[in-house]
């Protein structure tokens, strides 16, 4: 048997929970807004993780990119037969 999660009302409204928040001297207003937070936290870790991939280009075409100041890789083995070397 399985115990489903309370919602943020019903841990609000928990007596057991109330009991505890009472004896260590927590105001119900504060565990609600930690409540809250957490569940924010969580939202936007949630939404980070899930962001489509094809927004953040591939490393590898960033460092050719860089590597290469923006343009077309300069090396011996791409360049034409005859064709004069870079300095």
Do not use: W, Y
Request: proline share 9%.
């Amino acid at each position: 048997m399985t115990i489903p999660d309370l919602t943020m009302s019903e841990a609000l409204r928990d007596p057991m929970i109330r009991l505890m928040l009472r004896a260590d001297r927590v105001p119900l207003h504060e565990f609600a807004r930690l409540l809250q937070k957490a569940a924010e936290d969580r939202n936007r870790a949630i939404s980070v993780a899930l962001a489509p991939a094809a927004c953040v280009p591939h490393r590898s075409a960033v460092d050719h990119f860089h590597k290469t100041d923006g343009h077309r890789a300069s090396s011996a083995s791409s360049a034409l037969p005859g064709s004069p070397r870079p300095q």
